[in-house]
């Protein structure tokens, strides 16, 4: 960075490991710094958005992952943080959206989406439809640790569905 100041990449990657130390405050001014050089770098609206989601800020980091998103429409790990904020901003519809967009991915670890859509289609009353993405993301990730909630899950809604 002595040599070269202006060089985005290594100002997001500074902020990365800030964060990781400990000190979000000087995290998020690398990061800050890295989208002021170069206010196309997805890669430092995601990573400033997990200081946001750490400080519980859900609308500001709504906001960045959108940026990302928007940036870097492909990234399946921006898209799932982007379903996992909308829900907690209980933003229903973004969060199908997202659903929707992440799961046209060929490539990457999506099927998270598929348990954030649930969430929303039950807080919706289309228990059909969460039971449907709770079966998709069971077909996706047969291994993943949250397997067994799932599949109570789906009991549950079953008995729901009659």
Do not use: C, W
Not at 44 to 56: D, K, T
């Amino acid at each position: 960075m002595a040599i070269y100041p202006d060089y985005a990449a290594a100002y997001n990657n500074l902020g990365v490991v800030y964060t990781h130390l400990g000190d979000r405050t000087q995290g998020r001014d690398a990061l800050q710094k890295a989208i002021t050089l170069n206010d196309r770098l997805a890669p430092a609206y995601v990573n400033l958005s997990r200081i946001s989601i750490a400080a519980n800020d859900f609308p500001e980091a709504e906001a960045l992952l959108g940026k990302a998103a928007s940036l870097a429409p492909s990234d399946a790990i921006t898209l799932v943080l982007l379903a996992y904020v909308q829900v907690r901003d209980q933003h229903l519809d973004q969060v199908i959206a997202t659903r929707s967009q992440a799961h046209a991915l060929t490539e990457g670890q999506h099927a998270f989406v598929h348990l954030a859509a649930a969430h929303a289609f039950e807080q919706k009353g289309r228990i059909p439809d969460a039971f449907a993405e709770l079966q998709v993301f069971l077909a996706e990730d047969k291994t993943s640790p949250q397997s067994e909630e799932v599949r109570k899950a789906l009991v549950t809604l079953q008995a729901a569905l009659k």
